[in-house]
């Protein structure tokens, strides 16, 4: 299974970006999919998730600014960005919680991340 992210750059400050995900290979089905980030000296941290179903959740920081979709049949997911704060310049990692049989079990995986740079 690949996930690959796209939409990170530079931007000003109060600007928006949209982060993308996809994920392809061997997949039965995906439950979860989410984005961290990480900035530099620091751990990596949850930014949004969102279930199968579109049930959502957000990091404090981001409540209001950011929201998070996916579009199941393409196994993708999406993270709008707006108002965007020199705090949020880090590099962001799309994650999906994949079964790739029926009869397996469900495991993570990751993209390669996505670098995200604002600046005042």
């Known amino acids: 299974v690949q996930l690959v992210e796209s939409g990170g750059g530079l931007v000003q400050a109060g600007g928006s970006l949209r982060l993308s995900c996809a994920a392809s290979?061997?997949?039965?089905?995906?439950?979860?999919m989410g984005w961290y980030h990480q900035a530099p000296g620091k751990q990596r941290e949850l930014v949004a998730r969102i279930t199968r179903s579109g049930n959502t959740n957000y990091a404090d920081s981001v409540k209001g600014r950011f929201t998070i979709s996916r579009d199941n049949a393409k196994n993708t997911v999406y993270l709008q960005m707006n108002s965007l704060k020199v705090d949020d310049t880090a590099v962001y990692y799309c994650?999906?919680?994949?079964?790739?049989?029926?009869?397996?079990?469900?495991?993570?995986?990751w993209g390669q991340g996505t670098q995200v740079t604002v600046s005042s």
């Open positions: 994650y999906a919680d994949v079964k790739r049989w029926s009869g397996s079990s469900w495991n993570n995986y």
């Open positions: 290979g061997t997949i039965f089905s995906i439950n979860v």
